[in-house]
């Protein structure tokens, strides 16, 4: 579980974001759960959506220790996509507006083309880029009602300078990236800002990874100039949070590596 810095400290927090809602999906662990806290510090109330619920309550039982703000847990499984109208009607009722959407919750299948079976690829899709566009769809009218911001999450991968094994994965998130500036272009008129990060951090999906492949990720935190993978809270959750900010009120369409210096976003 992610815990916040300075975490007894109230005066951490700041008001930037007061009464806005956001709607964050995986949120209960890992990068979610970064995002959620960033943006609860700076007042934003959070909707944390996750497929195990005592693990979203946990995210806000966090935020309302923490920084005093208001939350709601909602358990879904984002690849049942025709439960996903009643998660935005939730939030919505419980809070009246949505602000900011992220796109966070994934699954993926890595190994050899070969060896993808149909099943698993629909799976990916479905959870991956289906689901994400499904919530914007849902979320954009309620988005365009004060100007809102979308946050969706892709990866460096399909940039690896060796893709083997990684081509599901890479392919579920390029979709993803398509979809996102789509939604820039299309939405720009209805104040509505939609972004991709594609963030290296110490989530529990990348530390499976590390466990079952040492060598590979040895050799993976090797090419990343700064040496490291960035923290799920201090890294990639406040640079998130930066992006939901007034002061990025300009920034719309883009695809930005959160990732120690590695991928080269052409």
Not at 204 to 221: D, G, M, Q, S, V
Request: net charge negative.
């Amino acid at each position: 579980m992610t815990t916040p810095p300075n975490s007894t400290d109230h005066s951490a927090a700041s008001n930037e974001l007061a009464g806005k809602v956001a709607l964050i999906t995986g949120a209960g662990q890992g990068i979610g759960q970064g995002i959620a806290l960033s943006l609860a510090k700076r007042g934003c109330r959070v909707v944390a959506v996750g497929r195990t619920l005592a693990k979203c309550e946990a995210t806000i039982a966090l935020i309302d220790e923490h920084y005093g703000v208001e939350g709601l847990a909602i358990g879904c499984d984002i690849g049942q996509l025709e439960a996903l109208p009643g998660v935005v009607d939730q939030a919505v009722e419980r809070f009246g507006r949505l602000d900011i959407l992220v796109n966070n919750a994934v699954t993926t299948s890595i190994g050899p083309l070969l060896g993808q079976t149909t099943q698993q690829v629909q799976t990916t899709f479905t959870v991956g880029p289906m689901a994400t566009l499904k919530l914007m769809q849902l979320c954009h009218p309620h988005l365009a009602q004060r100007g809102g911001s979308i946050i969706n999450m892709a990866s460096s991968a399909a940039k690896r300078w060796d893709m083997s094994n990684y081509g599901v994965y890479a392919a579920e998130k390029e979709a993803i990236r398509a979809l996102t500036r789509a939604a820039a272009s299309e939405w720009g008129a209805d104040n509505i800002r939609a972004n991709c990060i594609l963030p290296h951090a110490n989530s529990p999906a990348l530390e499976k990874w590390a466990t079952h492949r040492p060598e590979e990720a040895a050799a993976f935190i090797k090419t990343i100039p700064l040496q490291r993978i960035g923290d799920c809270h201090s890294d990639i959750g406040e640079f998130v949070a930066q992006l939901c900010l007034p002061a990025s009120s300009y920034v719309s369409g883009q695809s930005i590596a959160v990732d120690g210096g590695q991928a080269c976003i052409g």
